[in-house]
């Protein structure tokens, strides 16, 4: 498996439109906007591959000097629980600490909390509701 950063509008990056359009908007009746592809210029494009092919991919998006929030993070269904996010995870957080981020937060959906628990995260609010289903904003310090 390969990770890298991607180009805006490049080939990987339409791939990476159609799997968090797949995973993360699909199921619950949405789709990306052109707002949100415009906005996917500013941040770093993160994706696993093997061969071309996307298998998840996530996104940085600064906030200030020293946080970075960790967006749209997505593994195909039937590769989850195979160590994918994991690697996508570890070299987001390499990449932020290169860039001098010394934070990462991200609103995690609530049914994903255990995968960014065992991977030193922490909760850093009450749960909330966004796009219709329970997140919790999640913390580390890189």
Do not use: W
Not at 129 to 137: A, D, E, G, S
């Amino acid at each position: 498996m390969a990770l890298k950063i991607i180009d805006h509008g490049s080939k990987e990056y339409r791939q990476m439109v159609d799997l968090r359009n797949e995973i993360l908007r699909k199921p619950l009746g949405l789709v990306l906007t052109e707002d949100d592809l415009n906005a996917d210029k500013n941040n770093v494009l993160i994706g696993a591959f093997e061969d071309e092919k996307m298998l998840g991919c996530c996104m940085l998006v600064k906030q200030s000097a020293q946080l970075v929030l960790l967006r749209q993070m997505a593994v195909l269904n039937d590769l989850q629980g195979k160590g994918i996010g994991r690697a996508l995870l570890l070299f987001a957080e390499n990449i932020a600490r290169d860039m001098g981020y010394r934070e990462i937060s991200m609103q995690a959906r609530k049914n994903a909390l255990g995968f960014y628990e065992k991977m030193g995260y922490q909760e850093a609010s009450n749960e909330f509701t966004n796009l219709t289903i329970p997140h919790i904003i999640m913390k580390k310090y890189i």
